[in-house]
């Protein structure tokens, strides 16, 4: 059985090659475009379980490829490949709705795992349907979809299973360590700001309030609470 059906775009053909003989070997089925145009051409024509985005790319590069597939609706998730000191371009990357990032150079045996990891998160089979009810939020857990209010709300991959895990132990502290752990399917490494990225995102997008009910509040030096007001 095929792992997922992923598409590389990358500039470096060498690169993306190793990649595709690799990914193979692994049970996936690659693809590879050598820019963002290529990658939007691919996309039109064939479905793709997962994407790996380089930043550095000439006339398209993957930031803005990331940010174009996301206005138009794309949930597909996104794995984007960054250099070693572009903490910024990472930050971005989230903040655009990447699913995760692996700092170049990295091993390969890291990036299948990554990429293992977020085709469970997304094609989970996720059997229980039983909507979660948070005052004006409410979180479909068969469907990875969240509403506000009765209106749709977009949500990545990764920000969905983060506001999941919040909703299931609202009221209760949970640590960034847990959170990165339930949500994200990896530990937490030092420095790592990904989940307080995906709150931002979160926050953001729902426009959590008191107002609304819901809030999601920092806990200084322990972690994140999702709270329900019942007044």
Known sequence: MTAGRVLIVDDDVLLAGMLVELLAGENFQPAHASNGAAALACLARSQFDLLILDVMMPQMDGLELLRRLRQEGSAVPVLMLTALGDEKDRILALELGADDYLVKPFSVRELVARLRAILRRSADGRPDWTPLALGALAIYPGTMSATLEGVPVRLTTAEFLVLEALARSAGRVQSRETLTYQALGSPLEPFDRSID???????????????????????????????????
Not at 212 to 227: A, D, F, N, P
Request: proline share 3%.
């Open 197 to 231: 990225t995906h709150i931002s995102n979160i926050r953001h997008k729902l426009c959590l309030d008191p107002g609304r009910g819901v809030e999601i509040k920092s806990s200084r030096g322990h972690g994140y609470v999702l709270t329900v007001s019942r007044a």
